[in-house]
């Protein structure tokens, strides 16, 4: 009999391997919490309904500063790409002047002088190149770093980082 009332009292535990023994718990001794009031579900729809709104606009927003930049980039492209057509028919112009036969024979000097000329043409168009690609390198880094900042700012929003001491106090609880 007294074999019995052991066994009542007790009961055996298997904690992924780990068995033991434990008494049993009533459940009339255990307490019991009431139950929570039951929400509004037309308050819990219109909540839902604010942060979806919330973040649709917030998700446009993000999409139209993008497309800004894209655009500016492309308007900055082809002000780049007209300015080269330009150079470009301009070297033709001047080198179908060149080839034109002359009345007088070409003198030296004058040959050398539309030479310097031409050269000095190509020297100031890829001047203007190389100015715009570096702009568009600048814009392009600035779109990376405003990003990059977005990035590291949304991971230090995450809720687990409320603050140093709600964060020590949550891993020791554990």
């Given at each position: 009999?007294?074999?019995?009332?052991?066994?009542?009292?007790?009961?055996?535990?298997?904690?992924?391997?780990?068995?033991?023994?434990?008494?049993?718990?009533?459940?009339?001794?255990?307490?019991?919490?009431?139950?929570?009031?039951?929400?509004?579900?037309?308050?819990e729809e219109d909540h839902r309904r604010e942060r979806?709104?919330?973040?649709?606009?917030?998700?446009?927003?993000?999409?139209?500063?993008?497309?800004?930049?894209?655009?500016?980039?492309?308007?900055?492209?082809?002000?780049?790409?007209?300015?080269?057509?330009?150079q470009q028919r301009r070297q033709q112009h001047e080198?179908?002047?060149?080839?034109?036969?002359?009345?007088?024979?070409?003198?030296?000097?004058?040959?050398?002088?539309?030479?310097?000329?031409?050269?000095?043409?190509?020297?100031?168009?890829?001047?203007?190149?190389?100015?715009?690609?570096?702009?568009?390198?600048?814009?392009?880094?600035?779109?990376?770093?405003?990003?990059?900042?977005?990035?590291?700012?949304?991971?230090?929003?995450?809720?687990?980082?409320?603050?140093?001491?709600?964060?020590?106090?949550?891993?020791?609880?554990?």
């Open positions: 009999m007294a074999t019995s009332d052991w066994e009542d009292d007790w009961e055996l535990c298997n904690d992924d391997g780990f068995v033991y023994k434990r008494k049993k718990r009533r459940l009339d001794a255990l307490p019991v919490a009431p139950a929570p009031p039951l929400p509004d579900p037309q308050a979806k709104k919330r973040a649709l606009i917030k998700i446009k927003e993000k999409y139209q500063r993008e497309i800004d930049h894209w655009e500016h980039l492309s308007n900055t492209l082809r002000a780049m790409e007209e300015t080269a057509h330009q080198q179908a002047s060149l080839s034109l036969p002359l009345a007088d024979s070409p003198s030296s000097e004058f040959v050398c002088r539309t030479l310097v000329d031409e050269l000095l043409l190509q020297a100031e168009a890829q001047e203007a190149i190389i100015h715009d690609v570096s702009n568009l390198c600048d814009v392009a880094e600035a779109m990376y770093n405003v990003q990059d900042e977005q990035l590291k700012q949304s991971f230090i929003d995450l809720p687990i980082w409320g603050s140093p001491r709600k964060l020590m106090a949550s891993l020791c609880d554990e």
